[in-house]
């Protein structure tokens, strides 16, 4: 099973500010990587697939790259609405699809 | 529009069973591979199961093998899961989500439903 493990846990940044979460496989799983949003109460959303690739209507300041084990999803100018948890997810390597643990971006 | 809602989750003893649905509506559900996601409260995401687009193929987390079974009706564009011997580590929010495999296969989740509560609790 390929673990997932999202770095850091919690993010306290400033609106208008860049925040920048890492995701990191146990073994490669190529660009099979996607991310997805979830705010409180609400279901996860598809932020981006193929590691870089965003979903149909997710705002251009949103950016993910990596490829094999290391990736790394950008947000570059926080806006309020972006105050979330965000998880990734490995479809290279299944059953099991593996989802990290999650960040919280939360206002600093 | 793509809509996915799930119904079903309620109360359940330990040990006992429940069943819970997903209707798909505003997409042609025969080419979507449905899955089942779960959340325990406060935590993280957790795949439970996943079925292919016809019947013949399932797949199962390890944590739900032997218990749970998931099922589709294409005629009736829904989505099923079964639970049996229930448990307490069982409580979540149950979610169903769906991936394409047309052109190719394309194994991340583009739209999930809101999701039903299920708690085991004696």
């Known amino acids: 099973e390929i673990v997932m493990t999202q770095s850091p846990a919690t993010l306290s940044v400033s609106p208008g500010e860049r925040a920048t979460l890492s995701c990191r496989a146990s073994q490669s799983v190529s660009s099979n990587l996607a991310w997805y949003q979830q705010k409180p109460g609400q279901a996860p959303r598809l932020l981006i697939y193929g590691a870089s690739t965003r979903a149909t209507g997710m705002p251009a300041r949103f950016s993910g790259s990596g490829s094999g084990t290391e990736f790394t999803l950008t947000i570059s100018s926080l806006q309020s609405e972006d105050f979330a948890v965000y998880y990734c997810?490995?479809?290279?390597?299944?059953?099991?699809?593996?989802f990290g643990g999650g960040t919280k971006v939360e206002i600093k | 529009e793509v809509q996915l809602v799930e119904s079903g989750g309620v109360l359940g003893q330990p040990g006992g069973s429940l069943g819970l649905s997903c209707a798909a509506s505003g997409f042609t559900f025969s080419n979507y591979v449905m899955n089942w996601v779960r959340q325990a409260p406060g935590k993280g995401l957790e795949w439970v199961s996943t079925i292919g687009t016809t019947v013949g193929n399932t797949y199962y987390a390890d944590s739900v093998k032997g218990r749970f079974t998931i099922s589709r009706d294409n005629s009736r564009n829904t989505l099923y899961l079964q639970m049996n011997s229930l448990r307490a580590d069982d409580t979540a929010v149950y979610y169903c989500?769906?991936?394409?495999?047309?052109?190719?296969?394309?194994?991340?989740?583009?739209?999930w439903g809101q999701g039903t509560l299920v708690t085991v609790s004696s």
């Open positions: 997810q490995q479809y290279n390597d299944w059953p099991p699809f593996t």
């Open positions: 989500a769906r991936y394409s495999v047309f052109p190719l296969p394309m194994r991340y989740f583009d739209s």
